[in-house]
């Protein structure tokens, strides 16, 4: 319609009233006032419909009250009732720099192969003190996409997000990373190096509710997976050394259960591995895995000089990967997990290989931020290595430590690089709990008050019921494969 607005802004509030008034007048404050704003209420059961109710006589304001449905449902609505070209959302805890609308709604209006565009922000504090500013990408220069823009306050053609049908409501978090998956293969993204949202910390945010984030976006990397070729395989390999004078590390129990088995338990319930193998010289190990799961867990014989502690692994896999080939096949893909991780959920090694296959990377590995201030020693004493003195926090400069054990590698690179992990390299970010390694005494009294606490009795082992079901799949799906 010709008076149709340029920008639809929405804010979804649920119980916070204490912020909303300062969310709304950011909006209506804004240098660029060729836009509508939209408030719709979550099912609020505070004092935030008294504050909206007072903004509905300003002529670009309209609200919308309804019971508690969620954020995407709620996201969903607001699409179905925008005019605007762009599509916004700002939370109600969180508020816009004045510029906001006009410098976003200019860079999408002067390149019409970008389907979002996404500010730096600030870090704000309930009390409105800006803990940092954070400061994405130059994405004109980045070559992996795969660290999403933020959910909101990210402006977004309504034409994309009508395209790929809007957004999932089976998900109750992480819109920006399913909007981010489903559209980065359609559209450019572009970003803005300037701090134009303000966004809050608090206790309550649903960004510190680490389990829900990473299931969420284990389902939705899964539902936007692409169906692999029938012929590809990928082999889990478990390197252990063992070789112990007394009882073999892996054979130790925790809850009662060698951590030999949680491992071996975690590669046979990922959906993505075809084949499991452990590779040891310790013919106690190999003599007991051949009781406990014959013929599902091959077998590799590991020479001594393999596993001496002065060798690479790179060896080890070459190895194992000659063997498979032998006994099996070869495999097109190799997720390498260590021992020393008892935790490390099955759907993170399913997510490492759909990242890969999602974003074309050599490998992925498991990792997590490293947020503390870390020191080098240069000579004169220890200096500060990462950039968190002051206030500017800098995408370029954040630092990763490998965690959980965790790499999946196309075995095309092995003896290719001087890495194998290859030249583009992928990640997944692990939970604390995937993240535990077992290097010490205290690290396995760690584990053992994890698995009393998280697991219930048998939770961790592998049912049969489950390997049966599993085998089924794969055989109804070889099935309807056929010619």
Same mark, same amino acid.
């Given at each position: ?6 920008? $639809?802004?929405?804010?979804?509030? /649920? ?24 408030? !719709? ?26 019971? +508690? ?37 200019? $860079? ?5 192969e970008t389907g979002l565009v996404f500010p730096d922000y600030y870090l704000i504090g309930t009390d409105e003190s ?11 220069? @980045? ?16 034409? #994309? ?51 829900? !984030? ?55 319930? =990922?959906? $993505? ?16 895995? =051949?009781?406990?799961? %014959?013929?599902?867990?091959? !077998? ?9 502690? +002065? ?10 990967? =000659?063997?498979?080939?032998?006994? &099996? ?31 074309? @990377?050599?490998?992925?590995? %498991? ?9 080098? /020693?240069?000579? =004169?004493?220890?200096?500060?290595? +990462? ?11 954040? #630092? ?7 790499? @999946?590698?196309?075995?095309?690179? #092995? ?26 005494? &205290? ?14 009795? %048998? ?25």
């Amino acid at each position: 319609m010709a008076n149709s607005p340029k920008v $639809t802004v929405y804010i979804a509030n /649920h119980n916070y009233q204490e912020f909303i008034e300062k969310s709304i007048l950011s909006v209506l404050s804004q240098t660029m006032q060729d836009f509508e704003l939209i408030i !719709i209420d979550d099912g609020s059961t505070d004092n935030s419909k008294e504050i909206i109710e007072k903004h509905l006589d300003h002529p670009k304001v309209t609200a919308i009250f309804q019971k +508690n449905n969620g954020l995407n449902i709620t996201n969903n609505i607001a699409i179905r009732a925008s005019s605007g070209e762009y599509i916004m959302r700002l939370d109600a805890d969180d508020y816009l720099d004045s510029h906001a609308l006009a410098i976003l709604s200019s $860079t999408l209006d002067r390149s019409p192969e970008t389907g979002l565009v996404f500010p730096d922000y600030y870090l704000i504090g309930t009390d409105e003190s800006i803990l940092g500013i954070q400061k994405r990408h130059d994405f004109d220069a @980045v070559k992996l996409k795969d660290q999403p823009a933020h959910g909101a306050c990210t402006m977004i053609r309504k034409k #994309l997000l009508e395209e790929i049908g809007g957004y999932d409501e089976s998900y109750k978090c992480q819109d920006g990373f399913d909007l981010w998956i489903r559209s980065v293969k359609r559209y450019d993204v572009k970003n803005i190096n300037l701090p134009l949202f303000y966004y809050r910390q608090h206790p309550t945010s649903l960004s510190k509710n680490e389990e829900k !984030i990473h299931s969420t976006r284990s389902k939705i990397l899964k539902k936007n997976s692409k169906k692999p070729p029938a012929h590809r395989k990928i082999a889990a390999i478990i390197p252990v050394r063992g070789m112990e004078r007394e009882t073999p590390f892996v054979l130790r129990k925790i809850n009662g259960t060698p951590l030999i088995d949680w491992v071996v338990n975690q590669a046979l319930n =990922a959906e $993505t591995i075809d084949k499991v193998a452990v590779s040891t010289p310790d013919h106690r190990i190999q003599e007991y895995l =051949a009781f406990k799961y %014959g013929q599902e867990v091959i !077998i590799i014989d590991r020479s001594k000089d393999l596993a001496a502690p +002065n060798t690479l692994i790179d060896e080890t896999i070459k190895n194992a990967v =000659a063997q498979l080939e032998q006994t &099996w096949q070869k495999p097109d893909i190799l997720a390498i997990l260590y021992a020393e991780n008892p935790f490390r959920r099955s759907r993170y090694i399913d997510d490492a290989v759909r990242v890969m296959d999602f974003f074309e @990377v050599d490998s992925v590995l %498991g990792v997590r931020p490293e947020d503390k201030l870390l020191y080098k /020693h240069r000579g =004169a004493g220890l200096t500060p290595i +990462n950039s968190k003195q002051g206030l500017l926090r800098l995408e370029r400069e954040e #630092l990763y430590k490998a965690v959980g054990g965790l790499s @999946v590698v196309k075995e095309g690179n #092995l003896g290719r690089f001087e890495s194998y992990f290859g030249e583009k390299v992928g990640h997944v970010v692990l939970d604390q709990q995937s993240s535990l390694e077992i290097g010490s005494e &205290w690290d396995w009294k760690m584990a053992s008050l994890i698995a009393e606490e998280v697991f219930e009795p %048998g939770s961790h082992s592998r049912p049969h019921s489950l390997q049966s079901a599993k085998r089924l799949k794969r055989a109804k799906e070889s099935i309807s494969e056929s010619p």
